[in-house]
């Protein structure tokens, strides 16, 4: 797993536990009321999910082996 891939996977599992956290009104953001902090953790989810989804993750066996045949072919930027 590169670099990338860990990060955008470390940040969607704290959104997920910060979604969960939210919803079960086990967390608070100063400032903001029960609402708006349900809102705040839905929308940063979702962002974070999207950018997880969208960009190549190579996480599977078979998408290492499309990464390693990129990569000897020269065909990514991930060196």
Same mark, same amino acid.
């Given at each position: 797993?590169?670099?990338?891939?860990?990060?955008?996977?470390?940040?969607l599992?704290?959104?997920?536990?910060?979604?969960?956290?939210? /919803?079960? !009104?086990? /967390?608070?953001?100063? !400032?903001?009321?029960?609402?708006?902090?349900?809102?705040?953790s /839905?929308?940063?989810?979702?962002?974070?999910?999207?950018?997880?989804?969208?960009?190549?993750?190579?996480?599977?066996?078979? !998408?290492?082996?499309?990464?390693?045949?990129?990569?000897?072919? !020269?065909? /990514?930027?991930?060196?």
């Amino acid at each position: 797993m590169d670099k990338w891939t860990a990060i955008r996977t470390i940040v969607l599992f704290i959104a997920l536990l910060n979604q969960f956290l939210s /919803t079960y !009104g086990l /967390t608070e953001i100063p !400032g903001t009321s029960e609402e708006q902090t349900l809102v705040l953790s /839905t929308v940063f989810t979702a962002v974070t999910a999207i950018i997880a989804w969208f960009k190549n993750n190579y996480v599977t066996a078979k !998408g290492k082996k499309q990464k390693e045949l990129l990569k000897k072919h !020269g065909l /990514t930027k991930v060196k």
